[in-house]
């Protein structure tokens, strides 16, 4: 059985940091492209950032480009989203994505409220 489970969300002050957990069970998670993506109130989910199987190649969103960072311990499982200079705009539910071809599969959200 796949698991995703996020943690380390909360409530931040604007120009802040934060850092996301995201602990994978039941797949081979280096064969694995980890991203994250966030939805707000009312809005579609977006994309955030994402790093490659070996952690070799990160991207991340315009909107978040310099502040955010994705990266991961293989030998953990585990794939981290650190935010840095939070701004408002950020508040959102954080979902961690397990992703190859064939497979997709979703954590279960952390809440981050960044408050100004």
């Known amino acids: 059985q796949v698991q995703l489970v996020e943690s380390g969300g909360g409530l931040v002050q604007a120009g802040g940091s934060l850092s996301l957990s995201c602990a994978v069970s039941g797949l081979a998670f280096d064969s694995y492209v980890m991203g994250w993506f966030r939805q707000a109130p009312g809005k579609v989910r977006e994309f955030v950032a994402a790093i490659s199987g070996s952690g070799g190649r990160q991207i991340s969103a315009d909107s978040v480009k310099g502040r955010f960072t994705a990266s991961r311990d293989n030998a953990k499982n585990t794939v981290y989203l650190q935010m840095n200079s939070l701004k408002s705009e950020d508040t959102a539910v954080y979902y961690c994505?397990?992703?190859?071809?064939?497979?997709?599969?979703w954590g279960q959200g952390t809440q981050v409220t960044v408050s100004s």
């Open positions: 994505n397990a992703f190859r071809v064939g497979r997709n599969y």
